[in-house]
């Protein structure tokens, strides 16, 4: 049985090379449901929510990862978030005309942007570097090996129903005997292709490219969709547009109308509502009182 939405991690036990392979299958519908993106925009989705899966589980924090592409193409913005929990959400936008191309064709110059946002009192971490790349896997490859200088290989596949990848790493500050350990296990998963990513169970895919080696494989991992939107976010968005701007929305439309861009989920607010969203800065006079 193929299973979907999951991560596994696997370790080389012999020398220091760590690898995850992801697929996800309900959470990559959840992400596509109701939104009519072309052909070309949502296999890069596809691509950039498994790259920031396969980013996110290689770290050690409690918070959210953001992975944004930004360019000056077709695309202009592809976002993924994901958490320590293994939730993702993602979006892209993009504008007309747009055709396949290369991926310079399509989103055009522009930055990979990294933010790690702890869940505790510490600073967000955020690195910004060119994109550079032929593929969104190169893209991710290319700022790992500027920012963390570690190297790294990925091959990820998308299509309507699923998205997959395969990450390779060489552990840091640890040595082997075997010098061309590196370098093998890239050539063996080289030879994976864009059907067996999509395809076959993690288990048969790690045995069919690493039979020859001795590799511990851990427990799957689940991966599901989650967004975090919520009705006190947006009354706070609203409150940060002030009362003059909120009124002049109502007076044109009548309502205020917001949609998540994550999940699609509307969030509606009439004048009583409006008005409630600044009761608090509201002092009435309170008259005096005799004991």
């Avoid at 929510?49 to 992975?67: D, P, R």
């Avoid at 979006?91 to 702890?118: C, K």
């Avoid at 007076?251 to 009761?279: H, P, R, T, W």
């Amino acid at each position: 049985m193929v299973e979907r939405d999951t991560l596994q991690r696997f370790v080389f036990t012999e020398f220091p090379v760590r690898g995850e392979f992801v697929r996800l299958g309900a959470t990559w519908e959840a992400v596509t449901e109701n939104r009519n993106y072309p052909p070309v925009v949502r296999r890069l989705l596809g691509e950039t929510m498994v790259a920031g899966a396969l980013l996110a589980a290689t770290l050690k924090f409690n918070g959210s990862l953001i992975l944004q592409i930004q360019g000056n193409g077709p695309v202009p913005l592809l976002v993924v978030e994901c958490t320590s929990e293994r939730t993702l959400r993602g979006l892209a936008h993009w504008h007309e005309p747009i055709s396949e191309g290369s991926l310079r064709d399509v989103l055009g110059d522009g930055n990979l942007v990294i933010t790690i946002d702890p869940q505790d009192e510490k600073s967000r971490y955020q690195s910004v570097v060119n994109l550079e790349g032929d593929s969104i896997a190169t893209v991710l490859e290319s700022y790992l090996a500027q920012s963390e200088q570690i190297s790294t290989r990925l091959w990820i596949a998308s299509n309507d129903k699923n998205a997959a990848g395969l990450m390779l790493q060489r552990v840091p500050g640890e040595s082997t005997d075997d010098d061309d350990a590196w370098e093998r296990t890239v050539h063996l998963s080289q030879t994976v292709s864009e059907s067996e990513l999509l395809r076959l169970p993690s288990e048969e895919l790690l045995y069919r490219l690493f039979h020859e080696e001795s590799v511990r494989v851990f427990d799957h991992e689940p991966v599901s969709f989650r967004c975090t939107c919520s009705r006190e976010k947006v009354r706070n968005m609203l409150r940060a547009f002030g009362h003059d701007e909120v009124q002049s929305i109502l007076a044109d439309e009548g309502k205020i109308s917001v949609n998540c861009e994550f999940c699609n989920q509307l969030y509606e607010f009439d004048s009583v509502d409006a008005a409630m969203l600044f009761v608090d800065e509201v002092s009435p006079e309170v008259p005096p009182t005799t004991h």
